[in-house]
């Protein structure tokens, strides 16, 4: 019973930190600019075909780099296409949401397309850091554990420099309102643009881990990009905070779900709280703490 309680614990730690990333990513967005963007997930994606593209020579014969290069590449390319999707197309057509919505639709199920294309649908296993490790005595992969320590190592980073530097700053009080922030002189479209380069490299990240961890497919970002929206509805749409404490609440009842009754059951409970969090407190556990004006 005990070795079973760990465990849950333990497995529950891991995936709930890499949905807390996404989730960020997610709410970042839309905090700052009132975007719903599809295309978080299909970045999700290629994060995990980026680097098993260059750490193995899936596409180009004998290419092979070693996974310590290949890891921040692999993060910096998807920070950059994340980044080149809001210069090169949201940025022109932001000001109507919906339209906005269906182009970050678009370019998802392109990048899908495009992904069964190179790799076919075959899925791709691999590790970032190969092992095992054994924790309380619950076995734990070594990728799992690169992966929580990673993650919260970038949320620690995220969150000293949103609170302790003046562009992290700038970021928060464009998300609280746009208008005020204008008022004190800060640029929103250089705002907007890291915002979009650091959840794209929030999502590259995820990515990576969720890849060695499922293995590398062309629709591993639709679970995870629905799960990124229950969990930033939970936790309160634009609170960082409360993607982090409800990215903790749907994976331990996942892993719990999974544990207890198997894998077909697997999102069933996050939907029961997702409808009774919108039914008790429609603004989400922490609320709407910004104001898109």
């Known amino acids: 019973m005990l070795d079973s309680i760990l465990s849950i614990l333990i497995t529950g730690a891991m995936i709930s930190a890499l949905y807390a990333l996404i989730a960020i990513g997610f709410t970042m967005i839309f905090g700052v600019g009132g975007v719903l963007n599809l295309a978080h997930g299909a970045l999700i994606m290629a994060g995990a075909y980026v680097f098993v593209s260059l750490s193995r020579d899936v596409i180009w014969e004998s290419v092979a780099l070693p996974r310590l290069l290949v890891f921040p590449i692999a993060v910096g390319a998807i920070g950059l296409a994340s980044y080149g999707l ?14 906005t919505f269906l182009a970050t639709v678009v370019v998802a199920t392109m990048t899908t397309e495009i992904a069964l294309g190179l790799f076919g649908d075959q899925p791709y296993a691999y590790t970032v850091v190969s092992g ?28 000293y420099y949103i609170t302790q530097t003046d562009g992290g700053r700038s970021i928060l009080a464009a998300s609280m309102s746009e208008r005020g922030a204008q008022l004190t002189g800060v640029d929103l479209h250089s705002v907007r643009t890291r915002t979009w380069l650091i959840a794209g490299g929030l999502a590259g990240l995820a990515g990576i881990f969720l890849g060695g961890d499922q293995a590398a497919t ?3 970002w639709l679970n995870p990009l629905a799960l990124a929206f229950i969990i930033v509805v939970i936790g309160g749409i634009g609170s960082i905070k409360g993607s982090i404490v409800a990215a903790y609440l749907i994976g331990y009842t996942e892993t719990l779900t999974v544990s207890m009754l198997g894998q077909s059951f697997r999102g069933i409970l996050s939907l029961v709280i997702l409808l009774v969090v919108l039914f008790l407190l429609p603004q989400g556990l922490y609320g709407r703490e910004y104001v898109h004006e």
């Open 132 to 159: 095992q490790a054994s924790i309380a005595g619950t076995s734990v992969s070594y990728n799992d554990l690169a992966g929580f320590v990673l993650s919260w190592i970038a949320i620690g980073l995220l969150w």
């Open 218 to 220: 062309p629709l591993m």
């Open 86 to 99: 809001y210069a090169g197309l949201v940025r022109y057509i932001e000001d109507n949401p919906v339209i």
